[in-house]
C-alpha cells in the first residue's frame, strides 16, 4: 500500500455475516483504487454468525489493511422486531442497544468528514470513492437512490433523479399501489392514507455502497439528533426510515450510479448476496470464486 499526503478524509464501514474471502476482496478491491481518501476500515462483525464461519480466518485475510474489528453485543438480523415506535425510541438511549444496529458503531466514532458504507459482497474496480466525493456537493449522501423496481411509481412519475420533486398525496399512492397488490410496501402496510407518501415506501439511499457526508447528517441522526440510524430496519429494509426522516428534514441526497466503479454481489452476478446465505453449495461455489480473486491483490493472502 502506497503511503497518504493528505489526511484521508473517508472512513468505511462494512458489515459482515459470513463470506470472509468476499469480505477481503470487498476491502483489497476498495484500497486498491481508492486506499488515498481512506483512514480507516471498521469492520462490524456480527454476533451470530453461519454455521462453519471462521473469524480466525478473516483476521488473517485483513492484516495489511488499516481495519478495527468489532462485535456488538446483540444480534438483530433481518428481523426487525421490537425496533419499533416509542419502545425503539426508548432502547436507542442504551449504547449497548445503538451499538448493535448495523452501521452505528463506526457511525458514532468516526471523526472522518465521510463515512463510505459497503456491503461485504463488492468488487471494486476504479476509484468510487474518489468519484462520489467529486459529486456530492454540499448534499448529505450519496450513492443509487431508490428500490425502484419494487415501486409502481417507476419511469412513468418518479426514479432516482427524480424523487425529490415527485410528491404524491397518500391517496395518490393508495391509487398507484392498486395495481401493484402484491407489493412490499402494501403487504406490510405501508401504503394508505394515514402513511408518509413521501418519500414513497422503497425509497432510499442504498447502503451496499453509499458516501455519507458526516457534519451534515451526524447532527440530525440518533443519539444527536432525532432521525433514527441509518441501519435501523423498517419491514422491508435497512435505511428506509432514515432516509425518509432526512428528506422530511430538508436534507437532500444525490443519485449517482456505481455501476462503472463497482459490482455488487459479483461472484453470482445476480445484484443479490442474500441467495447463498440460505444454499451451502452456492455459498461455497462462491467464496471459492472470491478466494482465486483475491490472489491478485495480496499474496500473503
Same mark, same amino acid.
Given at each position: 500500500m502506497s503511503s497518504k499526503t493528505n489526511s484521508p478524509l473517508v472512513d468505511v464501514i462494512v458489515n459482515v455475516y459470513g463470506k470472509p474471502y468476499q469480505t477481503a476482496v470487498s476491502l483489497w478491491s476498495l484500497m486498491k483504487f481508492s486506499e488515498k481518501h481512506i483512514g480507516k476500515i471498521y469492520v462490524i462483525l456480527e454476533k451470530k454468525q453461519p454455521e462453519g464461519f471462521d473469524e480466525i480466518l478473516l483476521r488473517k485475510l485483513l492484516v495489511g489493511l488499516p481495519v478495527e474489528i468489532y462485535t456488538p453485543p446483540f444480534f438483530f438480523g433481518w428481523w426487525e422486531g421490537r425496533r419499533k415506535g416509542l419502545v425503539n425510541q426508548i432502547l436507542l438511549w442504551f449504547k449497548s442497544y445503538r451499538n448493535s444496529i448495523r452501521y452505528q458503531y463506526a457511525w458514532e466514532k468516526s471523526k472522518?468528514?465521510?463515512?463510505?458504507?459497503?456491503?461485504?459482497?463488492?468488487?471494486?474496480? *476504479?476509484?468510487?470513492?474518489?468519484?462520489?466525493?467529486?459529486?456530492?456537493g454540499p448534499h448529505a449522501g450519496i450513492g443509487q437512490i431508490g428500490q425502484c423496481w419494487n415501486c409502481p411509481a417507476f419511469g412513468t412519475h418518479c426514479d432516482g433523479d427524480r424523487y425529490w420533486d415527485y410528491r404524491p398525496t397518500p391517496q395518490e399512492v393508495v391509487d398507484l399501489y392498486e395495481s401493484r397488490p402484491e407489493g412490499r410496501a402494501k403487504v406490510h402496510g405501508l401504503v394508505g392514507i394515514d402513511q408518509i407518501s413521501w418519500p414513497m415506501p422503497e425509497c432510499r439511499l442504498n447502503e451496499h455502497a453509499a458516501l455519507i457526508q458526516m457534519s451534515v447528517v451526524k447532527p440530525a441522526t440518533s443519539p444527536i439528533g432525532s432521525?433514527?440510524?441509518?441501519?435501523?430496519?423498517?419491514?422491508?429494509?435497512?435505511?428506509?426510515? /432514515?432516509?425518509?426522516?432526512?428528506?422530511?428534514?430538508?436534507?437532500?441526497?444525490?443519485?449517482?450510479?456505481?455501476?462503472?466503479?463497482?459490482?455488487?454481489? /459479483?461472484?453470482?452476478?445476480?445484484?443479490?448476496?442474500?441467495?447463498?446465505?440460505? *444454499?451451502?453449495?452456492?455459498?461455497?461455489?462462491?467464496?471459492?470464486?472470491?478466494?482465486?480473486?483475491?490472489?491478485?491483490?495480496?499474496?500473503?493472502?
Open positions: 472522518a468528514p465521510f463515512l463510505f458504507l459497503m456491503h461485504n459482497d463488492m468488487l471494486i474496480f *476504479d476509484d468510487l470513492i474518489g468519484h462520489y466525493l467529486s459529486k456530492i432521525i433514527l440510524p441509518i441501519g435501523i430496519k423498517n419491514s422491508i429494509d435497512i435505511g428506509i426510515q /432514515w432516509f425518509q426522516g432526512m428528506s422530511l428534514a430538508g436534507y437532500r441526497m444525490v443519485n449517482e450510479s456505481y455501476e462503472s466503479f463497482a459490482k455488487h454481489a /459479483w461472484t453470482n452476478g445476480t445484484d443479490c448476496g442474500h441467495a447463498s446465505l440460505f *444454499d451451502q453449495d452456492q455459498y461455497a461455489r462462491e467464496e471459492e470464486i472470491a478466494k482465486q480473486e483475491l490472489t491478485k491483490y495480496t499474496k500473503t493472502n
